[in-house]
């Protein structure tokens, strides 16, 4: 990362300070030699760390400390401390010194004094940018919000800040605050110090945050510059698809499953995947999508209800039942509400009532409609409360008498009925005027034309100009 390339070039820079002392294009050459030279030559680094600490040099901290960050990048503990007495006993006061012990006690993995050494830095210099930026670092895992304290510390000695900014987007992204993190994304996200991971962060913080516009454009500039990323192209199959433009979605899809480098499939790329397919219509290529879902994790079973309205959609009630089925079987206990059984109840009907005749045979429809009557009466038990399942049972036993030569719908109406009436809420006068119809054509056939009249007149008085009614008052006459 370009900030961590920037710390590595000692504290120089980050402090904002220049030694007195020598001026650093005097030593820097040898430094920068050294880096080279501390694997592959040790003893030739160590006689160039000599040369250059000759005379008055061995009390210039900027140039101590850049040694001892050489052995400490390179793993050589012992030699980084042996730099660091140096600069301790050259000025155990400067916020450099202290920076290199933290680093120090961090590469020995001790967190917690690491960062008071980094503490330490800023009590002797307010503006040791640097070390807020690593204190949030040691601490942007294990305590996110001590990280971001220390980085709105350094906002307020220094607002344009855009490390700090870098910073504060990680620690967003990583405990999952999106909208934060694309705040903070936004911030530095046009300049040099962002990196294509910064931009990718970016552009699914947006994505999680629905503000799928703003990450499909995050997404497009990704790919001008890698058109096969694998992780852009999704964003734009997933950013498409949300904003319902499916051509583009597919297109995008297209990219991503066929012309990705490194591309790792997840349950997700299956399931959006799936989506869009169902968007466009193409049904059987949906559904073995979302069968790629579930063999990636079978622990998705709502994948199973997806699967379940594809079917449907392409008038498939039999598989549509028998993967609704699944699903519902995989729910815990708390989870099989009268609402998720509803829909089972709802597919056997979709059934039952199909106009496909090539698909649904007679005796099919009726055994579904039994079984949607059964469904029904389930929920109207799970939730006594509601009208719903009385009313679809109604509709059931309709379809099942489809000449009311039986009336077989008309107790579950009256029930109905009865339950409406009772909540007095214009909200529900739809469905009375249902049970007013089917109880005026029922006493309509059975010749019973004072109480059919009785039910016509109940639909004008909701509906003044509904036409059903008022044709049934007039053949009465």
């Not at 503990?77 to 290199?100: C, I």
């Not at 579904?368 to 059931?396: C, H, I, K, N």
């Not at 006068?429 to 019973?448: A, F, Q």
């Amino acid at each position: 990362m370009k900030t961590m390339l920037i710390l590595s070039m000692g504290a120089l820079l980050l402090a904002g300070t220049v030694s007195a002392q020598a001026p650093v294009n005097e030593w820097q050459a040898g430094v920068d030699k050294m880096k080279s030279l501390v694997q592959t030559n040790p003893e030739q680094a160590s006689e160039e760390a000599g040369a250059l600490l000759k005379g008055k040099n061995k009390k210039n901290v900027d140039l101590v400390t850049s040694i001892a960050h050489i052995y400490l990048n390179a793993g050589k503990l012992t030699d980084a401390q042996e730099y660091l007495a140096m600069a301790k006993k050259a000025n155990n006061k400067d916020p450099k010194v202290s920076v290199l012990e933290g680093d120090i006690a961090l590469a020995q993995k001790n967190v917690g004094q690491a960062c008071q050494l980094y503490e330490q830095a800023i009590y002797f210099d307010p503006n040791c940018k640097e070390a807020y930026l690593k204190y949030a670092q040691a601490y942007k895992s294990a305590s996110p919000s001590l990280a971001i304290e220390k980085l709105e510390q350094l906002k307020a000695v220094e607002p344009d800040c855009l490390e700090a900014d870098k910073e504060l987007a990680e620690v967003y992204y990583s405990s999952n605050r999106f909208d934060k993190a694309a705040a903070m994304y936004a911030k530095f996200i046009n300049t040099p110090l962002a990196t294509e991971d910064d931009m990718l962060k970016y552009a699914f913080a947006l994505f999680l945050n629905h503000d799928f516009e703003k990450s499909l454009q995050i997404a497009r500039k990704g790919l001008q510059a890698n058109a096969r990323h694998a992780a852009f192209n999704r964003l734009a199959m997933y950013n498409n698809t949300d904003l319902k433009r499916y051509e583009d979605a597919e297109k995008a899809a297209d990219a991503f499953f066929h012309a990705s480098d490194n591309a790792d499939y997840s349950y997700l790329d299956y399931r959006y995947y799936g989506a869009l397919l169902t968007a466009l219509k193409k049904y059987d290529e949906a559904i073995i999508e979302y069968g790629k879902a579930l063999e990636k994790d079978n622990t998705q079973t709502d994948l199973w209800r997806e699967i379940s309205d594809a079917y449907e959609m392409k008038n498939d009630y039999a598989q549509a039942i028998a993967s609704y089925q699944k699903y519902y079987d995989s729910l815990a206990k708390d989870k099989k509400t009268p609402e998720t059984l509803f829909q089972l109840g709802r597919l056997y009907y979709g059934q039952g009532t199909s106009s496909d005749t090539l698909t649904v045979q007679p005796a099919d429809r009726m055994a579904a409609l039994q079984s949607a009557d059964s469904v029904f009466a389930l929920v109207s038990e799970q939730a006594p409360d509601s009208y719903l399942g009385d009313m679809w049972r109604a509709r059931t036993n309709s379809a099942m008498d489809p000449e009311t030569t039986d009336g077989l719908a008309k107790p579950y109406y009256e029930k109905v009925m009865e339950v409406l009436l009772s909540k007095n809420d214009p909200k529900y006068n739809s469905p009375l005027i249902e049970c007013y119809s089917y109880l005026g054509y029922y006493y309509l056939l059975k010749s019973d034309y004072p109480t059919s009249k009785e039910y016509w007149n109940k639909i004008l008085a909701i509906d003044p100009a509904n036409a059903t009614a008022k044709k049934a008052l007039d053949g009465i006459k």
